[in-house]
């Protein structure tokens, strides 16, 4: 069964830079099956896809979060990872790994809180 | 960007009720409509993707219809632990965006 699970620093800092990192298991990063994707969610609000990655590398981002986003993928560790550069309060959330299909997010990850502030 | 607008932001409804859900899009979206339910504390779970489909494990007692701007999620008998947040979900060519509506909660009465 698929299984995902974010990881990476839980508080960061006014205009630095947010890395997370997604474990991917019970199936392969190379899967043709998946976009493998991110989304948000501030406290108390909904949620905001962030983008996501396919196994050759292409990417989709939301254009919102274009200029300060990347999405890569570490096959040989079955990982796929987001790093959004100089952050405000606003990106404070719970930041979710998920599948995607196509059309919709079938997998997805316990979700991690990250706190930006000083 | 395509807008999804659900309704009623909040339903007040009793255990054994049918709850009806609503969501609206600024523009066709076929049948490219996925729901999803979220309980407190919880990453969303999907229910319907294709407008229609039941996911994996879901039970009968979840229903997706609707097509172009138009959608409606159907509880048709509400159990307990159906009290939660629901969100609709869609995905446009172009720009290939996917967007959430703002939820729906469906408290116990």
């Known amino acids: 069964q698929l299984q995902l699970q974010e990881s990476g620093p839980r508080l960061v800092k006014p205009s630095e830079t947010l890395s997370l990192t997604c474990t991917v298991s019970g199936d392969s990063i190379n899967s043709r099956s998946f976009y493998w994707s991110w989304i948000r969610q501030p406290p108390g609000k909904g949620l905001e896809w962030i983008g996501n990655?396919?196994?050759?590398?292409?990417?989709d981002y939301n254009p919102s979060l274009k200029s300060r986003l990347t999405i890569s993928v570490d096959t040989s560790k079955n990982q796929f990872s987001l790093t959004l550069t100089s952050v405000t309060a606003t990106d404070t959330a719970v930041y979710y790994c998920?599948?995607?299909?196509?059309?919709?997010?079938?997998?997805w990850g316990q979700g991690t809180l990250v706190t930006v502030s000083s | 960007e395509i807008v999804l607008t659900q309704s009623p932001a909040t339903l007040s409804l009793s255990p054994g009720e049918r709850a009806t859900l609503s969501c609206r899009a600024s523009q066709s979206l076929y049948t490219y409509l996925a729901w999803y339910q979220q309980k407190p504390g919880q990453a969303p779970r999907l229910l319907i993707y294709d407008a229609s489909k039941r996911a994996a494990d879901i039970p009968a007692r979840f229903s997706g219809s609707g097509s172009g701007t138009d959608f409606t999620l159907t509880i048709s008998s509400l159990e307990p632990e159906d009290f939660a947040v629901y969100y609709c979900q869609q995905r446009s060519n172009w720009p290939p965006v996917l967007t959430f509506g703002g939820g729906t909660k469906v408290e116990i009465k």
């Open positions: 990655i396919y196994y050759s590398g292409g990417t």
């Open positions: 998920a599948t995607r299909r196509i059309n919709y997010f079938e997998h």
